[in-house]
T-cell receptor, first 109, second 114 residues
Framework: GQQLNQSPQSMFIQEGEDVSMNCTSS?????WLWYKQDPGEGPVLLIA?????ELTSNGRLTAQFGITRKDSFLNISASIPSDVGIYFC?????????FGQGTRLTINP | GAGVSQSPSNKVTEKGKDVELRCDPI?????LYWYRQSLGQGLEFLIY????????KSGLPSDRFSAERTGGSVSTLTIQRTQQEDSAVYLC????????????FGDGTRLSIL
């Protein structure tokens, strides 16, 4: 099956720190999306990337679609308590919809 | 509300029983997806509906799992003869257009098999 590796699996940071997480795939895909899931809720879309090399920001969030179309990263600047949750990448393409295993973010105030 | 609605929010049942999970997508969304999320894991694709086309069932783990979408709107995921390994959160999502669009998720049904 499709290999999609998301790292790190978990992060423990201090409030105010910057955060970086990434996903890599074994194949080329045309669309990368990043979601956040709060406890007891479904994932919510944060950023969608459609072009290789694309860099997109949404407030304190920045995501990039790698030039090779095999990877993407998500950065969160100046973390705040409400950033706590699980972040998932998703790849779309070739009739596939695959989610990464998630990065669990914990913030110490 | 205007979001994806799933019911029930929690379901506890005995091993061997059948269960039905319901999803009401966002009005006007032609695509509907079911995923399974086991504790601490990512989302596992189960099935995808697009308009009146034949569904993509490639993610269903066994023939005990089936899903229907009536009238291009509400969908029901049925699990027959439930097993303990079926315990998970079942998430439904919908989107405009085809499968390569951002998805809007419901809050899921937490299924526990005793």
């Amino acid at each position: 099956g499709q290999q999609l590796n998301q790292s790190p699996q978990s992060m423990f940071i201090q409030e105010g720190e910057d955060v970086s997480m990434n996903c890599t795939s074994s194949s080329i895909f045309n669309t990368w999306l990043w979601y956040k899931q709060d406890p007891g809720e479904g994932p919510v879309l944060l950023i969608a990337l459609y072009k290789a090399g694309e860099l997109t920001s949404n407030g304190r969030l920045t995501a990039q679609f790698g030039i090779t179309r095999k990877d993407s990263f998500l950065n969160i600047s100046a973390s705040i308590p409400s950033d706590v949750g699980i972040y998932f990448c998703q790849i779309q393409g070739a009739q596939k919809l695959v989610f990464g295993q998630g990065t669990r973010l914990t913030i110490n105030p | 509300g205007a979001g994806v609605s799933q019911s029930p929010s929690n379901k506890v049942t005995e091993k061997g029983k059948d269960v039905e999970l319901r999803c009401d997508p966002i009005s006007g969304h032609t695509a509907l997806y079911w995923y399974r999320q086991s504790l601490g894991q990512g989302l596992e694709f189960l099935i995808y509906f697009q308009g009146n086309s034949a569904p993509d069932k490639s993610g269903l783990p066994s023939d005990r799992f089936s899903a229907e979408r009536t009238g291009g709107s509400v969908s029901t995921l049925t699990i027959q003869r439930t097993q303990q390994e079926d315990s998970a959160v079942y998430l439904c999502a919908s989107s405009h257009g085809d499968r390569y669009q951002p998805q809007h998720f419901g809050d899921g049904t937490r299924l526990s098999i005793l």
